[in-house]
């Protein structure tokens, strides 16, 4: 299986961890994943990155949709592939939720399968280059032609011939855009994903196999779930460092009546914690909601523990129909454990 190390994106001051980057590299790692929420950009640190790597995969997990227009996207992609060399960009693309895209970016939350319908073919038409870029999607339209344009727009071009085949991943979690994962894709980014998920998920992304008619299935198909890592003899103690997280995106990230992150953890069979810790922490009850969120929630969906608990765990995590796991931790030591228990040939440097 391959592994990824996931950076995350930054709290108050950015805190680029280039040492585990490259440690993780030296070990065998496939991908290193930047993230953005409302602060620093997932782009940005990997063309940092990709000078100080040599071979390891640089992924977005997820460039925001309302960030950035897909064409700005397809040249951030385009610009940072090149200064890696070549072959080594993934654009991992995601809606976020509808409080960051209409208060953070200013943009219609409108529609969103649409929109990344339209996204990413308008990313694939830029990266070939085969002729000037148009699209009359049902969310967007090259050249723009609406209110206040000045109705010269003309189709073009990237200047920049870039790599056509830059690997394009989608985060997504209900069955309509998982089956639209499947049909337009290159990978998927799977949210709640936990071991025993595919059989849920596994009708929907053939469907979306099916529906692309291009012959394409899971031997074509990259699935990068990700799960936190903490390496430490108290589980219980590991289990609550993760809990503040849990409680922050299950209660907070979203409004009440559209949170995706509460939505997996009640498909998951946690509905009366999750509505618990929803209402505590909108009740500006922090610490009582963290302390609400179970134990088995946060083990189902994490390896937490001494080594050997943690490799014994991961024998889930192959076999759960993922072809690649990142490792979500900023310790030395979970990225050299994850390491060994993924029997990766590289040796430490």
């Known amino acids: 299986m391959k592994l990824g190390l996931s950076i995350g994106y930054s709290k108050a001051q950015l805190d680029?961890?280039?040492?585990?980057?490259?440690?993780?590299?030296?070990l065998g790692y496939d991908s290193v994943w930047t993230a953005e929420a409302y602060g620093s950009d997932a782009v940005t640190p990997l063309a940092y990155l990709a000078a100080v790597t040599s071979r390891i995969r640089l992924g977005t997990g997820i460039m925001q949709l309302a960030a950035r227009t897909p064409?700005?996207?397809?040249?951030?992609a385009g610009t940072v592939d090149a200064l890696a060399g070549g072959g080594r960009f993934i654009a991992g693309l995601g809606v976020s939720g509808p409080q960051i895209v209409e208060g953070w970016y200013g943009e219609p939350w409108?529609?969103?399968?649409?929109r990344l319908k339209d996204y990413v073919a308008i990313m694939r038409k830029i990266f070939r280059r085969e002729e000037p870029v148009t699209h009359d999607g049902k969310e967007i339209r090259l050249p723009y032609e609406g209110e206040g344009a000045a109705g010269v727009g003309k189709p073009l071009k990237s200047i920049l011939h870039m790599n056509r085949d830059i690997p394009i991943f989608l985060a997504t979690g209900n069955e309509s855009t998982v089956k639209l994962t499947a049909e337009v894709a290159d990978g998927w980014l799977p949210m709640g994903f936990v071991p025993g998920a595919m059989e849920e998920y596994r009708p929907w992304l053939e469907a979306g196999f099916q529906r692309a008619g291009d012959g394409r299935g899971f031997d074509d198909f990259e699935i990068q779930a990700s799960v936190h890592v903490e390496v430490t003899d108290d589980v219980k103690a590991g289990l609550a460092k993760l809990k503040p997280e849990v409680a922050l995106y299950v209660g907070g990230m979203g409004?009440?009546?559209k949170n995706f992150h509460?939505?997996?953890?009640?498909?998951?069979?946690?509905?009366?914690?999750?509505?618990?810790?929803?209402?505590?922490?909108?009740?500006?009850r922090k610490e009582e909601a963290i302390a609400a969120v179970p134990d088995e929630w946060v083990d189902m969906k994490s390896l937490v523990g001494p080594p050997a608990r943690i490799k014994e765990r991961f024998r889930a995590w192959e076999e759960s129909g993922a072809t690649g796991l990142t490792v979500r931790s900023r310790q030395p030591e979970a990225v050299a454990v994850m390491a060994e228990a993924a029997r990766l040939n590289r040796a430490a440097a």
């Not at 680029?16 to 030296?26: G, I, M, R, Y």
């Not at 509460?262 to 500006?284: N, P, S, T, V, W």
């Open 16 to 26: 680029l961890p280039v040492a585990l980057v490259q440690q993780a590299e030296a």
């Open 71 to 76: 064409a700005n996207a397809a040249m951030c």
């Open 110 to 114: 409108g529609r969103p399968y649409y």
């Open 255 to 257: 409004h009440r009546d």
């Open 262 to 284: 509460k939505d997996q953890m009640i498909r998951r069979g946690f509905a009366e914690a999750a509505d618990r810790i929803q209402e505590l922490y909108l009740a500006h």
